[in-house]
C-alpha cells in the first residue's frame, strides 16, 4: 500500500501570502495518478489539482500543483479568505486502488 | 452539472449492516468512461476509499474492508449502492459517494452522515 504523507500538518498563514503544502508518497507514484482537493467544514471533498498539475475546472489559477516521482507539492499564491481548509492528496494505485493523505490544515 | 445524493438511515445498530445509495443525476450513469466510488471519513479525521463499481459492474474493494463490502449498481434508477456488513462503533463516519474519472474524483454527494450505536 502506497502510504502519503502530508506536511505540515498546520500551516497559519495571512490573506495575500503564498502556501505550500507538501505530499509525500512511500513508494513512486506517477504523475497522472496524483490529485489534491479542498475540503472546508461540513462539506464534500473538492477536487482541485488532478495529474498532479492540472487544475480542475473552475479552479483559480491561485492554486498550481507540482512534483514527481514521491514528492509533490501543492502551492497556493495569494491566499484568499476562502482558501483556509483542510487539505487531501490522494493516489490512485494498485492495492488498493485509491489512499489519501491526512490531510493539512490551512488556517489564518 | 452531475449531481450526486447519497441517502439511508443515519443509524445503525452494532452488527447489523449498512445499506446506502447514491442517486446520480445530469447523466447518465452509464455514460462516459467513469466508474462510482464510497468513500468515508470518520468525524474530524481524513478519507478513506472503500471501493468502486464499473458500468460493467466489475468492483474493487479496500483490502481492510473487503470481507464486508459489497457495492452494486441499478441503471434503471441512474444509482449505486453500498452494503457495510458486520458494522460497528468504528464504522461510525460520514459516507461519500463520488464519481471517479481517470485517476481522481471529480464530482462527490453532499454525505450521509452514519452512527453506529445500540
Known amino acids: 500500500e502506497i502510504v502519503l504523507t502530508q506536511s505540515p500538518g498546520t500551516l497559519a498563514l495571512s490573506p495575500g501570502e503564498r502556501a505550500t503544502l507538501s505530499c509525500r508518497a512511500s513508494?513512486?507514484?506517477?504523475?497522472?495518478?496524483l490529485a489534491w482537493y479542498q475540503q472546508k467544514p461540513g462539506q464534500a471533498p473538492r477536487l482541485l489539482i488532478y495529474?498532479?498539475?492540472r487544475r480542475a475546472t473552475g479552479i483559480p489559477d491561485r492554486f498550481s500543483g507540482s512534483g514527481s516521482g514521491t514528492d509533490f507539492t501543492l502551492t497556493i499564491s495569494g491566499l484568499e479568505p476562502e482558501d483556509f481548509a483542510m487539505y487531501y492528496c490522494?493516489?490512485?494505485?494498485?492495492?488498493?486502488?485509491?489512499?489519501f493523505g491526512q490531510g493539512t490544515r490551512l488556517e489564518i | 452539472q452531475v449531481q450526486l445524493q447519497e441517502s439511508g438511515p443515519g443509524l445503525v445498530k452494532p452488527s447489523e449492516t449498512l445499506s446506502l445509495s447514491c442517486s446520480v443525476s445530469?447523466?447518465?450513469?452509464?455514460?462516459?468512461?467513469?466508474?462510482w466510488n464510497w468513500i468515508r471519513q470518520p468525524a474530524g479525521k481524513g478519507l478513506e476509499w472503500i471501493g468502486r463499481?464499473?458500468?460493467?459492474?466489475?468492483?474493487n474493494y479496500n483490502p481492510s474492508l473487503k470481507s464486508r463490502v459489497s457495492i452494486s449498481l441499478d441503471t434503471s434508477k441512474n444509482q449505486f449502492s453500498l452494503r457495510l456488513s458486520s458494522m460497528t462503533a468504528a464504522d461510525t463516519a460520514m459516507y461519500y459517494c463520488?464519481?471517479?474519472?481517470?485517476?481522481?474524483?471529480?464530482?462527490w454527494g453532499q454525505g450521509s452522515l452514519v452512527a453506529v450505536s445500540s
Open positions: 463499481i464499473y458500468t460493467s459492474g466489475s468492483t
Open positions: 495529474g498532479a498539475s
Open positions: 445530469g447523466g447518465s450513469i452509464n455514460s462516459g468512461n467513469y466508474y
Open positions: 463520488a464519481r471517479g474519472a481517470g485517476a481522481y474524483y471529480d464530482f
Open positions: 513508494q513512486t507514484v506517477s504523475n497522472i495518478h
Open positions: 490522494q493516489q490512485h494505485g494498485s492495492s488498493p486502488p485509491s489512499t
